[in-house]
């Protein structure tokens, strides 16, 4: 994901390593519930609307990198209405909207409100349990939150928590995830990637169009469209999932590097579980326009974004994401947990495959330097609280966690803890405290202390916590 400016990946070796109970979403009253406010998420409350549950999205753009402040769209939902719908919202940001139709019908009424509601009011109110679609016409410049302009003229989405509302409508929370199509048109000579597999392209009037399906239930801010004058490269992993790699055009590509990806893919495939999506890959983009802080690499379904030359660390990362975050999604943005630390703990499996002590090189190293450091263990994982949702804590502490928990249960009851995750909660949404129950069910453990010592405190572990199994001995501080 794209992470805080002011959290760099730290470093084990010389390689960079790169949440909670069942929710019951709070409850919205149902005039509210059908128009403005959102699902209620307690770091971002007028996210979604908890009035229907989105199956799909169409999304056609149409693009010219000659006039970069402007973008065409046109978005069918599909969604079915968990309540009667008088009047409900979809997310987007900015954008001139020419139309909106329900069921093949214009609207009685469509208004903006707040910073990103489109509140639309059906001809006819939509009954409780029918499935629907709403067509929405748009135009205008993107908005920045979500898509960047590279040098070239082409551009990019990436965004966490937020990306999906700078260029189509959706209902934007984690908890509503759907398939999603792709229809882009650009002038002939550049190229459109997304996310999942690749359909015809057509040309007309010098103008070629691109189509990318994601079949599999996708959260918002994991969807993505790239335009470049992109080389495109093919190959497969070992399981024959293809993976397919776009570069811009400054960079120089390396055969290596494309190598160490396919690696990397069947390395995380043995330790997580099947590869969850029906292709892979990259999209490497190019310079932006207007530089954003921080790095921004993101882990958009089955096609991570680089904005430069991936390594190893951050393939590692990104594509860990497509099993913790993308298949496996949380329920709000308190659960950030679930997506980052595995996927930071993903670098340091990595670097033990390669030959690293973890116990030692990565453990150790990490607890002490940072025992007498309140700051460094006064986040929770679970809710770190508003604003933090993709705190440091959740990679740094996170990473020290789950090596922790390895240690406690075992390496035999870790890993199947992760292979039954994955499994069990494919292409759904979990919480991290569905995962300690899962830990405990596995290793046949009362985790409880464990568990309330690293997720839920604010300050350094108790030794029996911070050094238990194996971890124990000389080296250790008691």
């Given at each position: 994901?794209?992470?805080?400016?002011?959290?760099?990946?730290?470093?084990?070796?010389?390689?960079?390593?790169?949440?909670?109970?069942?929710?019951?979403?709070?409850?919205?009253?149902?005039?509210?519930?059908?128009?403005?406010?959102?699902?209620?998420?307690?770091?971002?409350?007028?996210?979604?609307?908890?009035?229907?549950?989105?199956?799909?999205?169409?999304?056609?753009?149409?693009?010219?990198?000659?006039?970069?402040?402007?973008?065409?769209?046109?978005?069918?939902?599909?969604?079915?209405?968990?309540?009667?719908?008088?009047?409900?919202g979809l997310d987007l940001k900015g954008f001139t909207v020419a139309s909106v139709a329900v069921n093949g019908t214009p609207a009685k009424e469509f208004s903006r409100a707040g910073a990103h509601k489109l509140v639309i009011t059906p001809a006819r109110p939509v009954a409780k349990g029918s499935t629907f679609t709403v067509r929405v016409r748009y135009a205008g410049k993107p908005d920045a939150e979500g898509w960047h302009t590279l040098k070239s003229g082409?551009?990019?989405?990436?965004?966490?928590?937020?990306?999906?509302?700078?260029?189509?409508?959706?209902?934007?929370?984690?908890?509503?995830?759907?398939?999603?199509?792709?229809?882009?048109?650009?002038?002939?000579?550049?190229?459109?990637?997304?996310?999942?597999?690749?359909?015809?392209?057509?040309?007309?009037?010098?103008?070629?169009?691109?189509?990318?399906?994601?079949?599999?239930?996708?959260?918002?801010?994991?969807?993505?469209?790239?335009?470049?004058?992109?080389?495109?490269?093919?190959?497969?992993?070992?399981?024959?999932?293809?993976?397919?790699?776009?570069?811009?055009?400054?960079?120089?590509?390396?055969?290596?590097?494309?190598?160490?990806?396919?690696?990397?893919?069947?390395?995380?495939?043995?330790?997580?579980?099947?590869?969850?999506?029906?292709?892979?890959?990259?999209?490497?983009?190019?310079?932006?326009?207007?530089?954003?802080?921080?790095?921004?690499?993101?882990?958009?379904?089955?096609?991570?974004?680089?904005?430069?030359?991936?390594?190893d660390a951050s393939m590692v990362h990104e594509n860990t994401h497509q099993w913790f975050g993308d298949s496996v999604s949380f329920k709000d943005w308190r659960d950030g947990c679930l997506a980052e630390c595995f996927a930071q703990y993903a670098g340091q499996l990595w670097e033990e495959h390669k030959g690293a002590d973890l116990d030692a090189g990565f453990y150790r190293s990490e607890v002490e330097d940072y025992r007498d450091d309140p700051s460094f263990?006064?986040?929770?994982?679970?809710?770190?609280?508003?604003?933090?949702?993709?705190?440091?804590?959740?990679?740094?502490?996170?990473?020290?966690?789950?090596?922790?928990?390895?240690?406690?249960?075992?390496?035999?009851?870790?890993?199947?803890?992760?292979?039954?995750?994955?499994?069990?909660?494919?292409?759904?949404?979990?919480?991290?405290?569905?995962?300690?129950?899962?830990?405990?069910?596995?290793?046949?453990?009362?985790?409880?202390?464990?568990?309330?010592?690293?997720?839920?405190?604010?300050?350094?572990?108790?030794?029996?916590?911070?050094?238990?199994?194996?971890?124990?001995?000389?080296?250790?501080?008691?």
């Open positions: 994901m794209r992470r805080p400016p002011n959290h760099p990946r730290r470093t084990t070796t010389a390689l960079a390593a790169a949440v909670v109970s069942a929710v019951v979403l709070t409850a919205v009253p149902a005039s509210a519930a059908t128009g403005g406010p959102g699902v209620g998420d307690p770091y971002f409350p007028d996210d979604g609307n908890p009035g229907y549950d989105v199956s799909h999205y169409d999304v056609r753009i149409g693009y010219d990198p000659a006039r970069t402040d402007r973008l065409d769209g046109d978005t069918t939902v599909t969604a079915r209405a968990l309540t009667g719908l008088d009047r409900f082409g551009a990019y989405v990436a965004g966490e928590p937020h990306s999906a509302t700078s260029w189509y409508p959706a209902n934007d929370h984690p908890s509503d995830k759907a398939t999603f199509a792709l229809t882009a048109t650009v002038p002939d000579g550049w190229t459109v990637v997304g996310n999942g597999l690749p359909g015809p392209e057509s040309v007309k009037d010098g103008r070629r169009t691109f189509r990318w399906s994601e079949d599999k239930p996708m959260v918002t801010y994991a969807s993505t469209v790239a335009i470049d004058r992109f080389t495109v490269h093919r190959g497969k992993t070992a399981a024959g999932t293809p993976v397919i790699t776009a570069y811009s055009p400054e960079y120089v590509i390396d055969p290596d590097t494309e190598a160490e990806q396919t690696e990397i893919l069947d390395f995380l495939t043995a330790k997580f579980g099947p590869y969850p999506f029906s292709s892979a890959g990259a999209i490497v983009v190019g310079a932006e326009k207007e530089p954003s802080d921080g790095s921004n690499a993101l882990e958009t379904q089955s096609r991570p974004t680089y904005g430069a030359m991936p390594f263990w006064s986040v929770r994982l679970y809710d770190p609280g508003p604003g933090r949702e993709l705190d440091g804590a959740l990679y740094f502490k996170g990473s020290l966690m789950l090596h922790a928990l390895r240690r406690t249960v075992g390496d035999e009851a870790f890993f199947r803890t992760l292979r039954t995750w994955t499994h069990d909660h494919a292409y759904g949404n979990a919480s991290f405290r569905q995962f300690e129950a899962l830990a405990a069910k596995v290793s046949g453990q009362d985790l409880r202390g464990f568990f309330s010592a690293w997720v839920d405190g604010t300050v350094i572990p108790a030794e029996r916590y911070l050094y238990p199994g194996s971890l124990a001995g000389p080296a250790a501080r008691h």
